[in-house]
């Protein structure tokens, strides 16, 4: 018997007929804490993937990924695994902040999952670049999020970017991420004709992972697609 990873109440497992011999994989999340934790199934942009409020999933763009085309975007598409609702903010916030790294084993699972789902059937070959951390901020959090996501995945990371020390994301307003300077700059090129998928922790105003696209967009990549855990 175990805990819930989030909540730490007994997290019993349900035990049927059909699981009573060869048991299901255990859930590191109780039943409760896994309801409030259900994967983008709809969305309502085909650009960034916006979680749809409605059932029906939209193809048309937002008025953010049109602004973004307008400045003459790199980045092709966004897919998300969860919305980014009040128990996601929180459990990424203790992820990310607290240097609780045991969580991800709440996400690996659907993040695979969700992975092959809107990528894998696209049958490229691709080169995951996930966005990093300062030095200061790596000594800080003691891990980047982003390559923690990124080794779940079933294909080879490079480290093809840096990043100057600055404010945090979280603390700036949506105004100032779209106004913010690029942080990035380039430290190797990838030679291979793979497509580019950069990774990341949280799709908010988008500005990180365009930064990051536009420097990649100039060392000829033209391809380049984005991954994050949270939207």
Not at 54 to 80: F, G, P, V, Y
Not at 92 to 116: N, P, T, V
């Amino acid at each position: 018997m175990t805990n819930c990873l989030w909540c730490n109440k007994v997290n019993e497992p349900n035990v049927t007929w059909k699981n009573f011999f060869i048991p299901d994989r255990r859930d590191p999340l109780c039943p409760r804490c896994r309801e409030t934790l259900q994967p983008i199934t709809k969305i309502a942009c085909t650009r960034c993937g916006r979680p749809a409020e409605s059932a029906t999933t939209n193809t048309s763009i937002c008025r953010d990924c049109e602004r973004w085309q307008q400045q003459r975007a790199s980045l092709l598409q966004n897919r998300s695994v969860y919305p980014y609702n009040e128990t996601m903010q929180a459990m990424i916030a203790q992820w990310k902040y607290r240097g609780d790294y045991c969580l991800i084993e709440a996400f690996q699972e659907q993040i695979r999952q969700q992975f092959s789902v809107h990528y894998a059937k696209l049958r490229k070959n691709y080169i995951l670049v996930p966005i990093p951390l300062s030095r200061e901020r790596l000594h800080e959090r003691a891990f980047n999020q982003a390559e923690a996501i990124a080794k779940l995945l079933p294909f080879p990371s490079r480290h093809l970017l840096a990043r100057r020390h600055g404010e945090k994301q979280s603390k700036k307003s949506r105004k100032a991420r779209i106004a913010s300077p690029n942080p990035f700059q380039l430290v190797a090129a990838e030679q291979s004709q793979a497509t580019i998928l950069l990774v990341d922790d949280v799709y908010t105003t988008g500005a990180t992972l365009h930064h990051a696209a536009s420097l990649l967009n100039q060392a000829e990549h033209h391809d380049i697609f984005t991954f994050t855990l949270a939207r």
